[in-house]
């Protein structure tokens, strides 16, 4: 059957071992150096696996041959002092490296694109002015962008966004050159909290913002509704798509676009009431129409659960708690299997001589 959405739920446990003698190991290629905050592997390019190791105080980028050995490490480019690096993106064996920046008062959002190997270094493009104020804090920058990365969108609420509810968008193609740039200023939700967004080959653009009304201490479930923005290429016209959910609350969720349908696939967990435990999975599809073809609420079996936490009949306390969307992927039939984590951690203290 077309247009149906299954889930993968990944529990990540750490239990202590108690031992006279302990030994550490690490796993190939290398050892990571303790400190390192953020490992995030960038993709690869003729160099190998780029993977881009963020530290306390280092910032490097590391290539790595097919069988994981470790080819060269080089520190991230840093273009101008006290920047920020915000995306890197492997583009036609190419890096582009957006990084924001305060200049006098004015945070600017600039990038630049730099060899396979880290070894060019050109004159950076200014993106987008995110801020005048003397206030230089700014709100999370997202991107988006198409299979190739030819075409790239970033997105980010207005400094100002509490009281006008504008969202800036900017599509830029793999040459930083502007191809459109367009406010979004939401007049029809109270508290809008962006979401995610996908962008189509055409350079059309859809935005995915939730109403964040729902407030509650540990709740992961605080959208009482979500809207769908709907930006073609050069931003002229926006058509607004309500996603109204009046019996269950949602909870964040992952966007894809079909490249074959064209269709908008929508999908993440649900609850019926607050609280940190979920009732089921919803998937959302709208098509190039701009309708809602398929809205579709899948409460946890009972056999799935027993699954995944090994106990039949599950225990009370085995429910979909602190579970993430981390990712869509589109299935040839137009469905989607949505894979969600949830990571938890068990410590123990003991003396041993």
């Known amino acids: 059957m077309s247009g149906y959405i299954s889930l993968l739920g990944l529990l990540i446990l750490t239990f202590p071992g108690l031992s006279f003698a302990q030994e550490l190991l690490y796993s190939p290629p290398q050892k990571v150096t303790a400190g390192y905050a953020k490992i995030e592997i960038l993709g690869k390019n003729s160099q ?37 690096i915000e995306q890197i993106l ?7 490296i957006f990084y924001s920046v305060v200049l006098k008062n004015i945070s600017l959002l600039k990038a630049f694109k730099t060899n396979a190997r880290l070894e060019s270094t050109p004159l950076a493009v ?17 991107f988006a962008y198409t299979a190739d990365k ?24 793999a040459s930083l050159h502007h191809l459109w740039k367009a406010p979004l200023q939401i007049k029809t939700m109270e508290v809008p909290k962006i979401i995610e967004a996908v962008l189509d080959d055409q350079g059309d653009a859809c935005i995915v913002v939730g109403e964040n009304t729902v407030k509650n201490f540990r709740n992961d479930f605080f959208y009482s509704a979500m809207h769908a923005f709907k930006i073609p290429s050069g931003g002229s016209q926006v058509n607004e798509i309500t996603l109204q959910e009046r019996d269950n609350l949602l909870g964040n969720c992952k966007i894809r676009l079909d490249a074959q349908s064209g269709n908008i696939l929508i999908a993440g967990l649900y609850a019926k009431s607050p609280g940190a435990e979920s009732e089921g999975v919803y998937f959302l599809m709208l098509n190039s129409e701009d309708s809602i073809v398929q809205k579709k609420f899948e409460p946890h079996s009972q056999e799935f659960l ?16 602190d579970f993430q969307p981390r990712e869509l992927i589109v299935k040839r039939d137009g469905g989607a299997i949505l894979v969600a984590e949830s990571a938890s951690v068990s410590s123990e203290s003991y003396t041993s001589n």
Request: glycine content about 4%; charged content about 30%.
């Open 126 to 142: 200014i993106c987008d002015t995110l801020n005048h104020s003397l206030v230089n804090a700014t709100s999370p920058i997202h």
């Open 306 to 321: 027993a699954e995944l936490t090994g106990n039949d009949p599950p225990r009370k306390s085995d429910g979909f708690f």
């Open 48 to 84: 190998g696996i780029l993977v881009r190791e963020i530290g306390r105080t280092d910032d490097q980028i590391a290539a790595y041959y097919d069988n994981l050995q470790i080819r060269w490490k080089r520190q991230t480019p840093h273009k101008e002092k006290n920047a920020k």
């Open 150 to 173: 030819r075409k790239i969108l970033v997105y980010y609420e207005d400094a100002s966004f509490g009281s006008n509810k504008t969202i800036r968008l900017t599509c830029l193609d």
């Open 90 to 96: 492997i583009c036609d064996d190419s890096l582009i």
